[in-house]
């Protein structure tokens, strides 16, 4: 897949990396990095074009102490990306700012409205 290639002409529909992104945050909604955390993650993925360093840097951040809490989410995140995502940076990159904006959402959400599953679509 080319740069210009767009996600959903390689077969990676958008609607189903937001909901993929949703359930992931939902799934690990009290162990959910600070904000800032997830930024991080997001900024150094654009500054590479390699998936496997992604996963790698992921990887990474998991294995710190600051980062303990959130170890499994951050070891679900870099798998999906590695699964899904070879050889496509951009692809990654996105699913990455869909984590973002997800897990922000997920974090403000009063906890009594917390599912293990994510959002489904409706509230």
């Known amino acids: 897949m080319t740069a210009e290639t767009p996600l959903s002409a390689a077969g990676t529909d958008i609607d189903e990396l937001v909901r993929e992104a949703r359930t992931l945050c939902g799934k690990h909604a009290r162990t959910l990095p600070a904000r800032a955390g997830l930024q991080t993650l997001l900024r150094f993925a654009q500054g590479t074009e390699s998936v ?25 995140v870099a798998q999906f990306i590695g699964s899904r995502f070879p050889g496509n940076p951009k692809g990654a990159q996105r699913f990455l700012g869909l984590i973002v904006r997800a897990g922000h959402v997920e974090a403000k959400r009063p906890d009594d ?4 599953g994510g959002r489904s679509g409706q509230r």
Request: no cysteine.
């Open 113 to 116: 409205s917390r599912s293990a």
């Open 52 to 76: 496997e360093e992604m996963v790698l840097f992921i990887e990474y951040q998991a294995s710190r102490d600051q980062f303990k809490k959130a170890k499994d989410f951050l070891g679900d």
